[in-house]
């Protein structure tokens, strides 16, 4: 996992992201597969700056997010003061009780792990989880090409709204959208030397299963096909 230094860079530029068409779609393909109800008592593990949690915010009981960085947690709250955030490393336990949650998600954090803590954060998200409870999870895949996602959003958003509109936009966001891109290939790079293991297609269904999750999902290919997610169950 990298440390706070690079998260703390990451994460000034990283709601930059929210204005990327397939970010906003895996941000509702999570929503949508988590199928939150107001009884539901949710965690998000690895709730960075908080996109994913104020979205999810409100059609669910709570909600709580745990993440290591200390830049994405006082972002987070600065854009919500009322935000439940618990600073933790998730490769320690997760401070609650067993069987605490209804729901959990996680996007797009576990592959910063090595295979042994990937493996201690799965467990420990089935403790924390009900029986019966549901896990919805998403991360990067092997091979994942940052240059794909944002040329998708940039095909897409001038058919939405127009060349002269998508132009205007990319400028007035051009510094931060480089940045972001400079760190994604960074992390695409950390992946090649072994620091992130991101997974082949069908190894996160089988890290699932092999924890004793139940109802794995077949994989779904989001964020414009750079991201595998799957959604299972607690027996």
Same mark, same amino acid.
């Given at each position: ?18 204005? &990327? ?14 199928? =939150? ?22 059609k669910c009981k709570k909600i709580v997010g745990l993440d290591f960085s200390d830049a994405g947690i006082k972002i987070h709250?600065?854009?919500? $003061? ?6 933790c490393d998730i490769t320690q336990k997760i401070p609650f009780s067993d069987n605490y949650f209804s729901k959990v998600v ?24 009900? $029986?019966?409870?549901?896990?919805? &999870? ?30 205007? =936009? ?5 510094? $931060? ?23 082949? $297609? ?20 989001v964020y414009s096909s750079q991201a595998i997610m799957n959604s299972c169950y607690k027996l």
């Open positions: 996992m990298a440390g706070q230094k690079f998260w703390s860079n990451y994460f000034k530029v990283y709601d930059v992201l929210n204005i &990327v068409i397939p970010y906003q779609e895996l941000l509702t393909e999570l929503e949508k597969e988590l199928d =939150l109800n107001q009884e539901d008592v949710v965690l998000d593990v690895g709730s960075g700056t908080g996109n994913l949690m104020m979205r999810l915010k409100g709250k600065a854009k919500d $003061p009322s935000a439940e955030v618990i600073f996680s996007n797009n954090v576990i592959y910063t792990l090595d295979s042994d803590n990937q493996k201690k954060v799965i467990s420990e998200i089935y403790r924390v989880l009900k $029986p019966g409870g549901k896990f919805v &999870v998403s991360n990067v895949k092997k091979g994942f090409s940052p240059v794909k996602i944002y040329s998708d959003h940039i095909s897409r958003s001038i058919k939405k709204l127009r060349v002269v509109k998508t132009i205007i =936009l990319f400028f007035r966001l051009i510094v $931060p959208t480089i940045k972001m891109f400079y760190y994604n290939i960074k992390i695409k790079n950390s992946g090649s030397a072994k620091q992130y293991i991101f997974f082949e $297609p069908g190894e996160q269904k089988r890290i699932l299963k092999k924890a004793g999750f139940i109802n794995v999902s077949e994989e779904k290919f």
